[in-house]
């Protein structure tokens, strides 16, 4: 079972991004892509580019 999770939040330039969230690791990771609404950021996270982010960075911060 995952032990992770994605959200969608608002960054302070407006735009929207969307954020890892690791037990193991203090702050949530940006995944790197922003976006002008919520919507197309949550839209993201059902293509596999989203998947490779997240893969990659579960990787990279997970102990």
Not at 10 to 33: M, T, Y
């Amino acid at each position: 079972m995952a032990d992770h999770k994605v959200t969608v939040e608002q960054l302070p330039n407006g735009k929207w991004a969307c954020f890892l969230h690791i037990p193991s690791h203090d702050e949530p990771v940006n995944l790197g892509r922003e976006f002008k609404n919520d919507e197309h950021a949550e839209n993201w996270l059902n293509v596999s580019e989203s998947v490779t982010a997240i893969e990659m960075m579960i990787r990279k911060y997970q102990k």
